[in-house]
């Protein structure tokens, strides 16, 4: 279901399945596609990096048996797109079951090098039993 939060804000949450990835990046990408002055070429940006967010997200609640929804919420504001993803998967945790924080974060995987790729910013917060991933796109004129 999604939520529309105020004119500027909306949410959907999903239930922590892969199939539900298509859902978030469908989300994201009517809201881009809608949001005056957004460049129309980074779309597929903003659908690649969610899709990961997403992916890890649901990933942590598998993990975790969590079947919490993952959070996704969209916001357009002062020439910024902001896509949060927020997870209940139990944290960012390493295979040793420590609890990591962004600097810890071990190499190998592509969808964090990925995201941080697409988007203009990429911030990692640990909340209450899970994660917060916020990605931010710049509006740029197109050329």
């Known amino acids: 279901m999604i939520l529309l939060l105020d004119a500027r804000a909306a949410e959907v949450r999903l239930p922590p399945e892969v199939t539900h990835s298509a859902t978030a990046r469908a989300f994201v990408a009517s809201i881009a596609a809608t949001a005056p002055g957004f460049d129309p070429g980074r779309i597929d940006d903003v659908r690649l990096a969610v899709s990961e967010a997403v992916t890890n997200a649901i990933t942590a609640h598998q993990r975790t048996g969590s079947d919490a929804p993952v959070v ?64 931010a796109f710049a509006f740029r004129i197109p050329t």
Do not use: W
């Not at 916001?75 to 040793?96: C, F, K, N, S």
């Not at 924080?101 to 969808?111: A, E, K, M, R, T």
């Open 72 to 135: 996704v919420r969209c916001a357009v504001t002062e020439g910024v797109l902001v896509v949060e993803v927020t997870d209940r998967g139990g944290g960012m945790v390493a295979p040793d079951g420590r609890r990591l924080d962004v600097s810890d974060l071990p190499d190998g995987g592509l969808g964090i090098p990925l995201m941080r790729s697409l988007a203009d910013e990429v911030v990692f917060v640990g909340t209450p039993g899970g994660t917060l991933v916020r990605l």
